[in-house]
């Protein structure tokens, strides 16, 4: 039973670009949701998506957008990157509105914005 | 807004000692609160936590669930070096008419000395 993968591992990027990172969800999960954990700090979440929808948001500034395909898997974007945007970026699944199931997290990507 | 607040930040002992670590919270529509263990990069999972005064056990480790003050504690004892790592409580709240997300704290980074 495969868990939460992430893609890629590790990411290099320069202030300006764009980045999408990916996520395929522990099998028989259907909601996938994103952290962004800094250096010292906990994962603060960024968004929540189920049925193909964001259903939730954090705070985090429309430069971060994500998207949610048929197979459940999602993908994370972020524009016009910051050097503030460097961050291991969390993926969680989960099965939705299973109130006794905990989320699942994947081994996370690290973004460096140079 | 909702918060999570983990304490102490951080925290060293010797193998044998037994540690406390606490989490209080304030979060709209309150579900779960959980306790992860954070080594490398995905947190693994440690305890979900429901109900009021029903402790949870796992070998050396327990937790328990304070509603009404709003808090809980995570106990190590024995610890090992082995239990050196950032543990993080999570808070499941939300909309009841959508789905969840969690709120993380800050973590408790402990370090155990041999």
């Known amino acids: 039973d495969a868990g939460v993968t992430q893609s890629p591992t590790h990411l290099i990027k320069t202030r300006g670009q764009q980045v999408t990172l990916r996520c395929s969800p522990k099998?028989?999960?259907?909601?996938v949701s994103w952290y962004q954990q800094a250096l010292g700090q906990g994962p603060q979440f960024i968004f929540q998506y189920y049925e193909e929808e964001e259903r939730q948001r954090g705070n985090f500034p429309d430069r971060f957008s994500g998207h949610q395909f048929p197979n459940y898997s999602s993908e994370l974007n972020v524009n016009a990157l910051l050097l503030g945007d460097s961050a291991l970026y969390l993926c969680?699944?989960?099965?939705?509105?299973?109130?006794?199931?905990?989320?699942?997290f994947g081994p996370g990507t690290r973004l460096t914005v140079l | 807004e909702d918060k999570v607040v983990q304490s102490p930040l951080s925290l060293v002992v010797h193998e044998g000692d037994t540690v406390t670590l606490n989490c209080s919270y304030e979060v709209t529509n309150f579900r779960n609160l959980l306790w992860y263990k954070q080594e490398k990069k995905a947190p693994t999972f440690l305890f979900m936590l429901?109900?009021?005064?029903i402790e949870k056990k796992s070998g050396r480790l327990s937790s328990i669930l304070d509603k009404k003050e709003l808090f809980s504690i995570l106990n190590i004892t024995a610890t090992q070096t082995g239990d050196s790592a950032v543990y993080l409580c999570?808070?499941?709240?939300?909309?009841?008419?959508?789905?969840?997300?969690?709120?993380f704290g800050t973590g408790t980074r402990l370090k155990v000395l041999a």
């Open positions: 999570a808070v499941e709240g939300g909309d009841p008419s959508g789905t969840y997300k969690y709120i």
């Open positions: 099998s028989g999960h259907d909601t």
């Open positions: 969680a699944s989960s099965l939705a509105f299973r109130a006794r199931d905990t989320q699942y």
């Open positions: 429901t109900s009021s005064g």
